[in-house]
């Protein structure tokens, strides 16, 4: 994959145990007695230049929705490729909470990347740019925000950051399964170690492009050995990203569901604070 599953090991496990309410049956509605809306954007609906590649997207994409539908979110799924920027728009001012998942190298042209590279990969920029406007509108409403591989990639470039357009060994040769198993490294002072409930965490990652500058109000708060960026955090707003796939059929353990769960709590605590119209 042109951007970007994971596992908890309980002996590495540093911090609070996992949230008790990540099991489907404590999944409840909020005061107000809504399910907090999740709204799951994909990059595009075929025209891809690789059919296997959308099969894969798609397996991945299913793999968030049933999650995320197991700890009580109404999931809207939405393609951006298709929908464009308005629609994107209106989705998410329906949404309590966004999860942008993999997908194709973003558009070097929107971080002032070199267009030529020669390990670049299909893009599809009219998604990149409806999604950019989508993740600064998320941003500034302080919408919960999950991003997955090329969506934590998509977050660093929307908030003026840039990317690391090639690297090697951070997808297998395999064409059956190109996930590669490695360590990943949380700082144990980051918001995302207590959302997981650890600091070094085993993971399943596919991408050949990664973080290189952090955008406005950013921060890599985990790093593979070879010191790449695995995820990031905002300084003020409800937003995790991680570069590797918990959504993955091969990842163990409870990454994306504390990721749901962490997005879905931020919903109900922000409709507390200031009830929708």
Do not use: K
Request: glycine residues 10%.
């Amino acid at each position: 994959m042109a951007a970007c599953p994971g596992w908890h090991d309980g002996r590495m496990s540093l911090l609070s145990p996992r949230h008790d309410d990540a099991r489907p049956d404590a999944a409840r509605p909020d005061e107000a007695g809504a399910a907090r809306r999740l709204l799951v954007v994909d990059v595009a609906d075929g025209g891809r230049d690789d059919p296997a590649f959308e099969a894969e997207l798609q397996r991945l994409t299913a793999s968030v929705v049933a999650a995320a539908e197991a700890v009580g979110l109404v999931v809207d799924r939405v393609a951006a490729a298709q929908a464009g920027d308005d629609e994107l728009g209106r989705r998410l001012a329906a949404a309590d909470a966004v999860v942008l998942t993999g997908g194709e190298d973003v558009d070097p042209s929107t971080y002032g990347g070199d267009v030529a590279e020669p390990h670049g990969g299909q893009t599809f920029p009219d998604a990149d740019r409806a999604q950019i406007a989508l993740v600064r509108a998320a941003v500034a409403a302080r919408t919960p925000l999950v991003g997955i591989c090329r969506g934590m990639q998509l977050v660093n470039v929307a908030l003026g950051g840039d990317l690391v357009q090639h690297l090697e060994g951070h997808v297998a040769a395999d064409v059956d399964d190109s996930m590669v198993d490695h360590v990943v490294s949380v700082a144990d002072d980051s918001s995302l170690a207590g959302v997981l409930g650890a600091t070094t965490l085993d993971v399943r990652s596919s991408h050949h492009q990664a973080v290189a500058r952090p955008g406005r109000g950013l921060r890599v708060v985990a790093w593979a050995a070879d010191g790449t960026a695995e995820a990031m955090e905002h300084e003020e707003a409800p937003l995790w990203c991680v570069q590797w796939h918990p959504e993955d059929a091969g990842s163990r353990g409870t990454v994306l569901t504390d990721l749901l769960v962490a997005a879905r709590d931020a919903a109900r605590a922000d409709r507390v604070r200031a009830p929708r119209a």
